[in-house]
């Protein structure tokens, strides 16, 4: 029985891929809440860091609304998201060129500044958060992962 499994009350004779699956949602959950707290001393969410991490890769640039979506970790609602953070002036909507009944989002100077002050904290996090791994089970773990769907 894994510590998760004992944590999770769950019986020693479950099916073992119900096991890794709840093991699974178990640390995806963990992991997301210690991030969540890093994105908190900037009063953001996680998935709103996305969306500025996502513009800061084409800045100068924007993109609409259906590339930021496609891009994110999260597909919450990408309306919402950037009301947000419009609305603290982090990300600012301009009118696409070639259809002006469509937007485009960027990243603001505030944005990137915010962004950076908190990519100071995620490289410590990270390494919290994998400290029990060595470099090659870190390696295996990524290959692991991305045999899932």
């Not at 099916?15 to 992991?31: C, D, K, P, T, Y």
């Not at 908190?40 to 609409?64: D, K, W």
Request: proline share 3%; aromatic share 2%.
């Amino acid at each position: 029985m894994t510590e998760i499994t004992k944590e999770t009350a769950q019986e020693s004779s479950q099916n073992l891929h119900q096991e890794a699956i709840i093991n699974l949602m178990l640390v995806s959950q963990r992991v997301r809440a210690k991030l969540e707290s890093l994105c908190e001393s900037e009063n953001i969410t996680l998935s709103q860091f996305n969306i500025l991490r996502i513009l800061r890769g084409v800045y100068p640039g924007a993109h609409p609304r259906s590339e930021i979506r496609k891009r994110m970790i999260d597909k919450s609602d990408v309306t919402r998201l950037i009301d947000r953070l419009e609305t603290r002036s982090l990300v600012k909507r301009i009118s696409a060129e070639k259809d002006m009944r469509h937007s485009l989002t960027i990243i603001t100077i505030e944005g990137i500044e915010l962004l950076e002050r908190l990519n100071l904290k995620f490289p410590p996090a990270h390494q919290d958060i994998l400290k029990n791994f060595t470099d090659n089970e870190l390696i295996k773990l990524v290959q692991l992962l991305q045999k899932i769907v």
